[in-house]
Each structure stands twice: as C-alpha cells, then as structure tokens.
C-alpha cells in the first residue's frame, strides 16, 4: 500500500503507476481511486496517479472533521505533488475533483497542467446537490451487494443502458460488506463538513482560471447536478474547450464510454 504524509500528520493513499504526462486523477465527494477503474485500460500512455481523499477509501480518517474541506483537499493535493517531485500535473476530476482543480488553478497556477471536469461546473444544481444529501454520510438500507445492484437502475437518474454486471461492480467499489450489512467507504461525519459548508460560493473565477489551460468537460446527457445550461455558459466561456456530452449517463458518466474516452483522448493530445 502506498501511503504519504500530510503536514498535519494524516496517512493518505495513493497509486502511481506508469511514466509521461503526470495524470493525476481526483475522485468525487464519497468515492475513491476506484472511480477511474473503467477508464483506466482506455487512456493513453502517460503517468497515472490517483488519490484518495482524507477520510474516504484507505486514507486516514482527520479527527476533525471539519477538514473536510476542498482548500485542505486541495493542499493535500499539492503536498502529493511534492512527495512525488512533480512540479505540476494534469487533472481528471470527477464532480468534486473537478472542483479542486479549478481551485488548484486559481491557488497555484502554475502547478495545474491541464484539467478535464466529469459532470461538474462552476454552478451546480441544487436538485443534485439534494439528491447526494438523500444518501450522505449514510449506511444503505440495503443489505448485500445484490440488493443494491438491483436497486442502483431505478435510484439513479439519468442512466439507461447499463449492463447488471456494471451495476454489481458499483455496488462492490462504493460500499463493502460487513457483519451486519453493508457500509459505506468514507467518514460519515464527511456530511457534518458539507452540511457546515454553507451556501456555495461563486465558483465563475475559479472556472476563470483554468483560461489558457487545455480543457475538457464530460457531461452526463441526464446530469441533475451539471445542468445543460451551465454547461452552454462554460463553453461560451472557453471555445476552445473540448465537450462531450454522454448519452445514458447522469452523474456521472463511468468514463469508459466511447464519448468520454474519445474527449479524453483529445484533451492530453493537447498536452503531449
């Protein structure tokens, strides 16, 4: 297990396999390196590292959890960075690593090579951001994996066509099976620190700082956090940015459909 340490002495994992571009892949609010599976036999030769955040996946548990937190994500980010002597990086990152890419760009510019954002922008729907407060920081009513692979077609919105193989590989990479049922992979007090949050700020300078930056953005076509109109807004803002929108996909997209893969392909073109 490959584990660094943060300057306030939490034990977090990591993956780095590979050489070339440095990739660095960010996963969202309750997931983990897992995220990228799908995508990762599909990317071109480059230098893969994933991460998982304080508190979830097989990252160190913060006893405050109120450094649950994108600025302290974001340093964490930058002290990964540091241990593996990497100047700056591109990132894949998925709704919330989306997130702490835009704030790694306006914090540090420099250290931000590029950036592809999966089904996240600098505004997001509050219909999705209750959705995820319907299942934050709480166990599953269901009770094996079976179950809730049976239940994931019909809970979230926006998928069609998903094989049930795919939907029993969700159930085993989001939650693990315990004695009495089964758990989620992250701290549970992770909804203390959201729900502490507050209102979002306004995330427009954050998106503003990636400019010159090469840029993708993934959308799920049935999204119900990155909204159709959002998504106009940032193209507006950026021409040049590469888009695709996922068809059958909410949020969010598993990334190894043939509309991402070719999105992303494209984007590290731009970086090689």
């Not at 069609?160 to 758990?183: C, I, K, N, S, Y």
């Not at 990155?226 to 590469?242: H, N, Y």
């Not at 909410?250 to 970086?271: I, K, N, Q, S």
Request: aromatic residues 8%; proline residues 7%.
């Amino acid at each position: 297990m490959t584990t660094f340490q943060t300057s306030d002495g939490l034990t977090l994992y990591f993956e780095d396999d590979g050489q070339g571009l440095p990739l660095l892949c960010l996963p969202g609010l309750t997931r983990t390196t897992r995220d990228f599976q799908y995508v990762t036999p599909h990317l071109p030769p480059c230098r893969l590292i994933k991460m998982d955040y304080r508190g979830r996946g097989q990252s160190q548990w913060d006893k405050n959890w109120q450094n649950y937190a994108l600025p302290i994500e974001i340093r964490d980010v930058m002290e990964l960075m540091d241990h593996l002597s990497l100047s700056s990086v591109a990132i894949l990152g998925t709704s919330r690593g989306g997130l702490n890419a835009m704030g790694l760009a306006a914090a540090a510019p420099d250290r931000l090579i590029g950036a592809a954002l999966n089904d996240v922008g600098p505004e997001l729907d509050p219909a999705g951001l209750a959705g995820i407060m319907t299942y934050l920081g709480k166990r599953p009513a269901a009770k094996t994996h079976q179950d809730v692979a049976a239940a994931l077609p019909h809970v979230l919105k926006g998928f069609e066509g998903v094989r049930p193989e795919r939907w029993m590989q969700e159930a085993q990479t989001h939650f693990v099976e315990t004695d009495d049922g089964l758990d989620i992979t992250y701290d549970p007090r992770l909804r203390n620190a959201v729900e502490a949050g507050g209102d979002m700020p306004d995330l427009w300078p954050f998106f503003d700082a990636l400019a010159g930056k090469p840029l993708a953005l993934l959308r799920g076509a049935g999204s119900d956090l990155l909204s159709a109109e959002t998504a106009r807004k940032m193209q507006d803002r950026r021409p040049d940015m590469i888009y695709a929108e996922v068809p059958g996909r909410g949020h969010v997209p598993f990334l190894d459909e043939p509309d991402a893969v070719m999105a992303l392909h494209a984007w590290m073109e731009r970086m090689t």
